[in-house]
């Protein structure tokens, strides 16, 4: 389109976007209205032969205004759609008002592109076909090749906090064996029947912070309990099934939507388990969220959750939300989320503004520079 075809409802909505100093061309307009993002123009009679005219709706220009912060440049619209569908019903970037929820359709299809281009998924799937040892040297070296572009473990926000605290100490990132014990899950998960114990099994999900709430020992007899009992392949093999990309194709907008709301609880309490070892002044309410977080082995999980909120990589967050055993989970970190609320960014009997607190913020992080 044009800028002499573009028309006048387009004209005022390009024109209230770079208002809310947004840039977006015609062009870029309608292709997201192909698409069915964007809807078109409703038209108005004008009357007496007249013919009729493009109205601008406003809710047309919260869509557009979504659609442009989450667009990048040479990103595929598929992915534009699945941080979209993360921002819909929280409050919006310029306005009060709610950031209104996608078509559904084009969501599970961006979901589903996501998981099926997804290196974790197929990794997976090269586990469940491995079937020598030919076939798990291979998994193994493209799973370093993975590992090497992956940014890696944050580590224990504590441990980090302390370490920028003491300027003694040289700041080391985290050994990647976390992430090392995730691929040996997944290569386990991949061994024929009758070929895992459940010890190895109990060792594997432990060592990668994958034990669901259950301290160690606990989630270690009770998979030595299931394997003398002879149920640690039914065990195994229902995780075996899960097929991730059918369960995307197949998902209904409630059970999406409730994913969606798992993995917001989540990636809030990350957050600030992440900022904690970044500096965030402490308060009881953080601590409070944090030692829940410890108390049910969730670490690694909520701060992944944090860190690909925005991006296609949440259709992985996505995809483990779906399991129904983290709707019990993030019920206990909401109940904990809620309560403490709003002291996270405010010490008790202070009055202090959230924007206080967050200058003292960037304060401590200016001193850990300069230190």
Not at 151 to 165: I, S, W
Not at 234 to 259: G, I, M, T
Not at 297 to 310: C, D, K, M, T
Not at 342 to 365: H, K, N, Q, T
Request: glycine residues 8%.
């Amino acid at each position: 389109m044009t800028r002499d075809e573009t028309s006048p409802a387009d004209r005022e909505l390009l024109g209230l976007l770079h208002d809310r100093d947004l840039a977006v061309s015609a062009t870029q307009l309608e292709r997201w209205r192909r698409a069915g993002l964007l809807p078109r123009h409703v038209r108005k009679a004008l009357g007496r032969g007249r013919g009729s005219t493009a109205v601008l709706d406003p809710s047309t220009v919260e869509i557009a205004d979504v659609l442009t912060r989450c667009s990048g440049q040479g990103k595929d619209l598929r992915g534009t759609v699945l941080a979209w569908y993360m921002r819909a019903g929280t409050p919006g970037a310029h306005s009060r008002q709610r950031v209104p929820e996608p078509p559904f359709d084009p969501v599970r299809d961006a979901l589903v592109w996501a998981l099926r281009r997804s290196p974790v998924q197929r990794l997976i799937e090269q586990a469940r076909r491995a079937r020598d040892d030919k076939d798990t040297d291979d998994l193994y070296a493209d799973a370093d090749k993975f590992l090497a572009r992956s940014p890696g473990l944050f580590g224990h926000p504590g441990r980090m906090r302390e370490a920028l605290l003491d300027s003694s100490q040289d700041i080391q990132p985290p050994p990647r064996g976390g992430q090392r014990s995730v691929v040996n899950l997944i290569a386990l998960l991949g061994l024929p029947q009758g070929e895992v114990s459940g010890e190895s099994f109990a060792q594997a999900m432990t060592s990668s912070g994958l034990h669901l709430g259950l301290d160690c020992e606990t989630l270690a007899a009770a998979f030595e309990h299931a394997e003398r009992d002879g149920m640690l392949d039914h065990v195994l093999n229902a995780a075996r099934r899960r097929d991730v990309v059918a369960e995307a194709e197949a998902v209904s907008p409630e059970r999406l939507a409730r994913a969606r709301e798992v993995a917001r609880i989540l990636g809030f309490c990350g957050s600030v388990y992440l900022m904690h070892g970044l500096l965030l002044p402490d308060t009881p309410s953080q601590q409070a969220i944090q030692a829940k977080i410890d108390e049910l082995g969730l670490g690694e999980v909520a701060i992944s959750a944090a860190r690909s909120f925005n991006k296609v990589e949440a259709a992985n967050v996505l995809s483990f939300c779906l399991e129904p055993f983290f709707d019990h989970l993030s019920e206990q970190l909401k109940e904990v989320m809620t309560e403490h609320m709003a002291g996270v960014f405010r010490r008790p009997g202070e009055l202090d503004s959230a924007e206080d607190f967050m200058a003292g913020w960037l304060a401590a992080i200016q001193d850990a520079r300069e230190r």
